[in-house]
């Protein structure tokens, strides 16, 4: 039982030695970031110039609206019958970087995959995806998206990204503002 007690303590040591230098090395890049100057200011090209106020600025969070993940399309006639189902998509994960120079302006990001369905064949199909930005109980911006995904092979799923990018929102980014994300399945003439 102590060689096995030993045994553990030396894994940890190790784990953790192992950790230190990957935090040690993952602090000592070196070519692939902004080259920062001693007043914190990219020495690169200017129009890549990271300043410290952006890096301290506040970006609203983004969410996956309740009942919104999943999106289902049906041969005509055969709603909510599993045997008809032609796709299934979901969205896996959402993001979001602000940008402050010039117009400040938000840009969201969705990624997700398609699975066929029973009656899946292949071809170009299109989810509806809805954006949105709110200020409190009040929409300041929506808009609704018709994103298209080309599916080869219906043996698996097919993974796609979405992005909305330099979204401008009224009275500017502040700590009010929450982003919302979602499939939502119309009419597309609505805000």
């Known amino acids: 039982m102590g060689l096995f007690v030993q045994s553990i303590s030396k894994r940890r040591i190790a784990a953790a030695a192992f950790l230190a230098s990957s935090a040690?090395?993952?602090?000592?890049?070196?070519?692939?970031g902004p080259n920062f100057g001693a007043d914190g200011q990219n020495a690169g090209a200017e129009g890549d110039a990271i300043r410290e106020s952006e890096l301290r600025a506040y970006c609203p969070p983004v969410s996956l609206r309740e009942g919104t993940?999943?999106?289902?399309?049906?041969?005509?006639?055969g709603e909510g019958d599993d045997s008809k189902i032609i796709y299934q998509a979901s969205i896996n994960d959402v993001t979001r970087a602000c940008k402050y120079q010039g117009t400040p302006a938000v840009?969201?990001?969705?990624?997700?995959?398609v699975v066929p369905g029973p009656?899946?064949?292949?071809?170009?199909?299109?989810?509806?995806?809805?954006?949105?930005a709110t200020r409190g109980d009040e929409v300041v911006y929506s808009q609704l998206f018709k994103h298209q995904v080309s599916i080869?092979?219906?043996?698996?799923?097919?993974?796609?990204?979405?992005?909305?990018?330099?979204?401008?929102?009224?009275g500017g980014i502040d700590r009010t503002i929450q982003l919302h994300v979602g499939y939502d399945e119309g009419p597309y003439d609505t805000p």
Not at 24 to 32: H, K, M
Not at 69 to 77: D, L, Q, S, V
Not at 107 to 113: E, Y
Not at 154 to 170: H, K
């Open 152 to 170: 080869d092979d219906t043996s698996g799923a097919t993974q796609f990204v979405f992005t909305d990018p330099d979204i401008a929102i009224p």
């Open 107 to 113: 840009t969201v990001a969705v990624a997700g995959r």
């Open 119 to 132: 009656s899946g064949r292949a071809g170009t199909i299109t989810m509806p995806i809805r954006i949105a």
């Open 69 to 77: 993940a999943y999106f289902r399309t049906y041969e005509r006639g």
């Open 24 to 32: 040690i090395l993952a602090g000592c890049q070196s070519g692939s």
